[in-house]
């Protein structure tokens, strides 16, 4: 066991270990704002005195973090500081987007269509319907398209809740906030997914080859599910988050 010990002592911390420390005490202090751009690779890895590879393995980990995110074809941003400690969850009843993604959403555009049942909606929907609602959402920030939601309804619900498909405002507020209002319970999956860029969509949401896809279905009873959702959140976005507790 001593011996066990002491080699454990000779190990020495690694290179991207403390170039990532010394960056996360910069981004503390305040030498890199919130919101600001990081000097270009070439720049920062002189100014630490270290390779571009040990870098990129430490801005890694500040990605993991959520303290930097890279735009494609930009350069590497430190994230807008919030306060982690209250931040709710996947654990608790509300749409993912708002809680799972790291920029602000300022629109939402939407559009539905009706299609006829098949096997597959009623396996997700868990019931006979005589059609149903296929909605899709594109969630931008500053313009940019960055998330997108596919979601499921059966008419039949439509009715139970009183919706008016012609009343746009009053669907979206539904979808994006009511439904979890009104739920009792969801069940989550998530996933890796890169369908988020199938090329019948409206938008192009990301230039990686895969996002993070968390599969929603929203429920007032045990029978069947009000809502299916898929959320797709293109990866530097992506901040999923469990507080759990006992």
Not at 154 to 161: D, Q, R, Y
Not at 201 to 227: A, G, M, T, W
Request: proline fraction near 4%.
């Amino acid at each position: 066991m001593e011996g066990n010990i002491k080699n454990s002592q000779n190990l020495k911390k690694p290179l991207s270990i403390k170039v990532y420390d010394k960056l996360y005490k910069m981004i503390m202090d305040g030498v890199f704002p919130a919101e600001s751009q990081l000097p270009s690779e070439p720049e920062l890895a002189k100014l630490l005195g270290v390779s571009r590879m040990t870098l990129r393995q430490s801005l890694a980990l500040l990605q993991d973090d959520g303290l930097v995110k890279n735009i494609h074809g930009k350069g590497n941003f430190i994230t807008k500081s919030k306060n982690e400690s209250v931040q709710p969850g996947l654990e608790s009843l509300g749409n993912p987007i708002h809680k799972c993604h790291s920029e602000t959403i300022d629109e939402v555009e939407f559009s539905f269509r009706l299609d006829l049942e098949s096997d597959y909606t009623q396996k997700v929907l868990k019931r006979k319907m005589s059609a149903v609602v296929a909605i899709e959402r594109w969630y931008k920030s500053e313009e940019r398209v960055v998330a997108y939601a596919f979601t499921f309804m059966a008419i039949e619900t439509v009715s139970e809740l009183g919706l008016d498909l012609q009343d746009e405002k009053q669907l979206l507020n539904v979808l994006e906030d009511d439904v979890y209002r009104i739920a009792n319970h969801a069940t989550i999956a998530i996933k890796r997914s890169t369908a988020g860029n199938a090329p019948t969509q409206k938008y192009r949401i990301f230039d990686e080859e895969h996002c993070d896809l968390i599969v929603e279905s929203v429920y007032l009873n045990e029978k069947y599910p009000l809502v299916y959702n898929k959320f797709y959140i293109p990866k530097r976005f992506s901040r999923l988050r469990i507080n759990a507790s006992k």
